[in-house]
């Protein structure tokens, strides 16, 4: 196993950011760990990788014991924590350079990395020059130099353009060739792209922990309708191979049925014989999306 997480609480004064959460990532495996905001991921990841102590729980990394050899551990996993503190007025190279002679690493290695993360145009400027992406790329960059075997990105695409996004997706994507990743974020369609798995998190505690082939061999479809009139729970009910349901505004429905027919018809019929129009009708095929919305509301 490359990470272990058993029982892990962790209270901060009398608020408990994470409950008994445990789970493990086999070797290789590219893993996005999901949740709200403060639903404990931070804590998690700061955790794993030694920065802080868990409340109770054991935590391993590659088998070693990071509670009780944190520097061992460290050596095994490159962190790219959620507001990566960069040095601002240092040059890429320079600040590259200088991680590599904290933790003694040829500085031959910097040149690979800098290639690595494609941060060869830009390895000349200083760190402020650049842009957020390429920001996050020296982050990255910084976490790669002891070439770990296991990589904790905490949020890394946060805060960058669409298009410098898909560029670090697809690094990250690389990246999980030959380590294992576990990454947060709050995109989906990332999660989709690019992880065998997906854990999802609600107030400390695990809610979901699935591979995303189950996700996406599960029969499941979610349509949003708006009806002309409000109308009672007790009716929507009656709709065939309805799973769960929601009413997020007063006539806007959220529907989810565990099948694959194609149940937008079966929704107008509804709306006929119960004497209302629908306003508006919209399928939504993302089961990772339905899952995330359906627990951690
Ligand atoms: P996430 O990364 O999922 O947004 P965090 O791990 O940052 O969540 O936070 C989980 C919970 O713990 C939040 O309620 C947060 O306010 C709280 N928390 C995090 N760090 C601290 C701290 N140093 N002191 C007190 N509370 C904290
Ligand atoms: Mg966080």
Request: aromatic residues 8%; proline residues 3%; hydrophobic residues 40%.
């Amino acid at each position: 196993m490359s990470i272990a997480v058993s029982s892990v609480t962790k209270t901060y004064g009398s608020q408990k950011a994470l409950n008994q959460l445990s789970f493990t990532i086999e070797k290789g495996s590219v893993v996005g760990f999901l949740g709200p905001n403060g639903a404990g991921k931070s804590t998690m990841m700061k955790i794993l990788t030694g920065y802080i102590f868990p409340t109770e729980g054991e935590v391993s990394v590659c088998g070693i014991d990071v509670l009780n050899n944190a520097i061992e551990a460290q050596k095994r996993i490159g962190y790219l924590p959620e507001h990566n503190p960069l040095y601002a007025d240092m040059y890429v190279k320079e600040y590259l350079q200088f991680q590599a002679a904290i933790y003694k690493i040829d500085k031959k290695e910097v040149f690979a990395v800098i290639e690595r993360v494609g941060l060869v145009p830009e390895a000349h400027k200083k760190v402020k020059q650049l842009s957020k992406g390429y920001q996050q790329r020296v982050g990255l960059a910084a976490a790669l130099l002891h070439n770990p075997d296991v990589l904790i990105l905490d949020e890394p695409t946060t805060g960058l353009d669409p298009n410098q996004l898909i560029e670090i997706r697809a690094l990250i994507k690389e990246l999980g060739k030959d380590k294992t990743v576990l990454f947060s974020t709050h995109i989906m369609q990332e999660v989709e792209a690019v992880c065998d798995r997906v854990i999802i998190i609600k107030k400390g505690e695990i809610v979901v922990d699935k591979l995303l082939s189950e996700i996406r061999s599960e029969d499941s479809q979610q349509i949003e309708v708006t009806f002309d009139y409000k109308i009672e729970e007790q009716f929507i009910k009656r709709l065939p191979h309805l799973k769960s349901y929601k009413n997020n505004y007063d006539t806007t429905w959220f529907l989810n049925f565990d099948t694959n027919e194609d149940m937008r018809a079966v929704v107008f019929d509804f709306a006929q014989e119960n004497g209302l129009k629908i306003l508006g009708l919209n399928t939504h095929n993302q089961n990772l999306e339905n899952l995330f919305r359906e627990r951690t509301n």
